[in-house]
């Protein structure tokens, strides 16, 4: 690496998942004034039209049938990433190495567990070997693909996480705790103290894609006739589906629910309210730790997901309300 310039990163994602590309987004963000750093998704550039039907696929069984996906992440676990992929996987992986080519980075970062392989492949036909790290999006259970990737270091959310991957063979000296790559306006923002007078008590509620699960989690928080209770509805993604059961609920509640669609001040809001509500996503619950903002899980993906919500019962950060009596006893909970 020449003194006279500056480093490069390349950082590499994809969109299974909204932690990987927000780990990357932010991490971006935090070297962008020390370092020439570069964002790529070698599955969307790859394989652009099986990446979306993928993508759909993922949030469809994630949200509707996660009994399946907890069966499809066991059976990822016993699966062996040093080999060959399908076809169509070549493209991708044709597609990262492209990009190494073309940026010529100095270091390489992986948010999503397939990429590393890649990397160890390119090494193996010729290319320039450079240091390798993965991001791990993931607390406390980590699957396999993570845990026997080639890379150079691990950096890890949480000293349990770290603790529990030298428990399985990794060499501690390459495992570093970071925490999860929030964003850095984090650092700029003042979250609610313990001295907030908490009325109104303020939620964040991020919706899935179910249709009734809005109204019957709504009117269960709204319904809490203990303490005045306020409600912001963060449709994200959803909006166009979600809009209509959304407005339902405001014109139900007037002047105590309001409605946001995609937002880039996620953690502005969450810095300006008591509770988050939302599913056990990386991205979520670490930027929920981030603004010391609790959280209710109100739905939960087998897998990678349970040791979200384990991290947050350990420190006494949240834990899961996926009934409607589970969550007003949540609820009742903190307010007492």
Same mark, same amino acid.
């Not at 999503?112 to 993931?138: A, C, E, M, N, W």
């Not at 669609?261 to 599913?279: D, F, Q, T």
């Given at each position: 690496?020449?003194?006279?310039?500056?480093?490069?990163?390349?950082?590499?994602?994809?969109?299974?998942?909204?932690?990987?590309?927000?780990?990357?987004?932010?991490?971006?963000?935090?070297?962008?004034?020390?370092?020439?750093?570069?964002?790529?998704?070698?599955?969307?550039?790859?394989?652009?039209?099986?990446?979306?039907?993928?993508?759909?696929?993922?949030?469809?069984?994630?949200?509707?049938?996660?009994?399946?996906?907890?069966?499809?992440?066991?059976?990822?676990?016993?699966?062996?990433?040093?080999?060959?992929?399908?076809?169509?996987?070549?493209?991708?992986?044709?597609?990262?190495?492209?990009?190494?080519?073309?940026?010529?980075?100095?270091?390489?970062?992986?948010?999503?567990?397939?990429?590393?392989?890649?990397?160890?492949?390119?090494?193996?036909?010729?290319?320039?070997?450079?240091?390798?790290?993965?991001?791990?999006?993931?607390?406390?259970?980590?699957?396999?693909?993570?845990?026997?990737?080639?890379?150079?270091?691990?950096?890890?959310?949480?000293?349990?996480?770290?603790?529990?991957?030298?428990?399985?063979?990794?060499?501690?000296?390459?495992?570093?705790?970071?925490?999860?790559?929030?964003?850095?306006?984090?650092?700029?923002?003042?979250?609610?103290?313990?001295?907030?007078?908490?009325?109104?008590?303020?939620?964040?509620?991020?919706?899935?894609?179910?249709?009734?699960?809005?109204?019957?989690?709504?009117?269960?928080?709204?319904?809490?006739?203990?303490?005045?209770?306020?409600?912001?509805?963060?449709?994200?993604?959803?909006?166009?589906?979600?809009?209509?059961?959304?407005?339902?609920?405001?014109?139900?509640?007037?002047?105590?629910?309001?409605?946001?669609?995609? &937002?880039?001040?996620?953690?502005?809001?969450?810095?300006? /309210? #008591? =509770? %988050?509500? +939302?599913?056990?996503? @990386?991205?979520?619950?670490?930027? &929920?730790?981030?603004?010391?903002?609790?959280?209710?899980? /109100? #739905? =939960? %993906?087998? +897998?990678?997901?349970? @040791?979200?919500?384990?991290?947050?019962?350990?420190?006494?950060?949240?834990?899961?309300?996926?009934?409607?009596?589970?969550?007003?006893?949540?609820?009742?909970?903190?307010?007492?």
């Amino acid at each position: 690496m020449s003194l006279e310039r500056r480093p490069r990163i390349l950082i590499a994602t994809a969109g299974f998942g909204d932690g990987h590309n927000s780990a990357a987004r932010n991490l971006a963000k935090a070297l962008e004034k020390t370092a020439e750093v570069r964002v790529v998704d070698p599955c969307a550039e790859g394989s652009p039209w099986l990446n979306n039907v993928l993508r759909g696929g993922y949030r469809f069984v994630t949200t509707y049938l996660p009994g399946t996906w907890g069966r499809i992440y066991r059976g990822v676990e016993r699966r062996d990433f040093t080999k060959k992929h399908p076809p169509f996987m070549g493209r991708v992986e044709g597609a990262f190495r492209n990009q190494v080519d073309d940026f010529d980075p100095d270091v390489l970062v992986s948010t999503y567990p397939l990429y590393p392989y890649f990397v160890h492949r390119y090494v193996q036909s010729g290319g320039r070997k450079r240091p390798l790290v993965t991001i791990v999006t993931d607390s406390i259970e980590i699957n396999s693909a993570w845990r026997h990737a080639p890379a150079d270091y691990w950096l890890v959310t949480d000293p349990d996480t770290r603790r529990g991957l030298i428990d399985q063979d990794l060499p501690g000296e390459k495992i570093v705790e970071t925490g999860f790559p929030v964003d850095p306006i984090f650092e700029t923002l003042q979250p609610l103290g313990a001295d907030d007078s908490a009325r109104p008590f303020r939620i964040l509620f991020f919706p899935t894609a179910k249709r009734p699960a809005v109204r019957r989690t709504a009117r269960t928080l709204l319904d809490y006739d203990e303490w005045p209770i306020e409600l912001t509805i963060v449709l994200g993604r959803n909006v166009r589906r979600l809009y209509q059961q959304a407005r339902e609920i405001r014109d139900a509640y007037p002047g105590r629910v309001r409605i946001r669609g995609w &937002s880039r001040r996620v953690p502005e809001l969450l810095c300006n /309210h #008591h =509770l %988050v509500v +939302g599913k056990a996503g @990386g991205a979520t619950v670490h930027e &929920s730790l981030a603004a010391r903002c609790p959280m209710l899980i /109100h #739905h =939960l %993906v087998p +897998g990678q997901e349970e @040791g979200n919500l384990e991290l947050l019962r350990r420190i006494g950060g949240g834990d899961l309300a996926d009934t409607e009596e589970a969550l007003a006893a949540g609820l009742r909970d903190l307010l007492s």
